[in-house]
């Protein structure tokens, strides 16, 4: 579990982050939202430590991040597991050398026990047969889950994943999405997610942060966010036509008020 008290992170004169609290428990996606410039990147270099707080705390199973040396840090940072946007795989090593990359920096492992390791993660995301391979002889997806195996090769406990459906086809997105959300269950993880995809929203978030200008402005799940009565959010999750319509959809799904045939068609005009 990471808990979040009170952070307040400014740059300058200008205010970031405004006394945001959350908690993220483990076994869930723990999604954070908002427009660009809501403080949702910020808040999460926060929570690893790329950025100092100017107040508050984070919290890492109880132990307080925020206090920590730089040997404590280090201690906590390998047990925290990084999907980054662009999915970051060194161009001039092959797919398995990309995902021994973390045991050879942090274990004292022999060749072959982490070769077996890096296989073992590699099927887990469904990546077969591409050893050998280098990063420019990947898709976009292929891409995305070997950065997923690295993540997770020194078994974490923490994986914190910013936009991990960049640039992905909305097929190969629910992908991504649902092998994160497996994973996170599978073996009990605290997974944070920065997303502007509504889909990972609706689907995976166990947990959602909604940001704005800085502040908290709504937290709830994926069933509660239906129901929201925060404008900002409903203009930011609900933007068009369509996402209303699948909001009403959803709304009948979850009360068991589904419409009658004629309505459903007219619904969908």
């Given amino acids: 579990m990471i808990e979040v008290r009170n952070i307040q992170k400014s740059f300058g004169d200008k205010i970031v982050i405004n006394n945001v609290s959350a908690v ?46 730089a040997e404590q840090r280090t201690a906590i940072r390998t047990e925290i597991g990084m999907l980054f946007q662009g999915s970051a795989l060194f161009d001039s090593q092959t797919v398995e050398q990309n995902v021994m990359f973390p045991l050879d920096m942090f274990t004292k492992w022999n060749y072959q026990k982490k070769l077996a390791r890096a296989n073992e993660v590699l099927a887990r995301v469904n990546i077969v047969d591409a050893n050998k391979k280098f990063p420019a002889e990947l898709s976009g997806g292929m891409k995305k889950r070997v950065a997923l195996a690295r993540a997770i090769v020194l078994n974490p406990k923490y994986l914190f994943c910013d936009e991990p459906n960049s640039g992905l086809d909305p097929q190969t997105s629910l992908l991504i999405d649902k092998l994160i959300q ?88």
């Avoid at 993220?24 to 908002?34: D, R, T, V």
């Avoid at 900002?232 to 959809?249: G, H, P, T, V, Y």
């Avoid at 709304?251 to 005009?269: A, S």
């Fill in 24 to 69: 993220m428990k483990a076994g869930q996606c723990n999604l954070i939202i908002g427009t660009s410039g809501s403080g949702k990147t910020v808040l999460m270099k926060c929570m690893v430590g790329l950025f100092e707080p100017n107040s508050g705390e984070i919290l890492y199973g109880g132990q307080s991040f925020t206090d920590m040396n």
């Fill in 182 to 269: 497996e994973i996170t269950k599978e073996y009990n993880i605290t997974t944070v997610i920065n997303t502007h995809d509504m889909n990972s929203v609706m689907e995976i978030g166990n947990y959602i942060l909604y940001m704005y200008k800085g502040n908290k402005e709504w937290e709830g799940t994926n069933k509660e966010i239906i129901f929201s009565k925060n404008q900002r959010l409903n203009e930011f999750i609900f933007a068009s036509e369509f996402l209303q319509d699948a909001k009403e959809m959803r709304m009948l799904e979850e009360t068991g008020k589904m419409p009658n045939q004629r309505n459903m068609d007219d619904m969908m005009k």
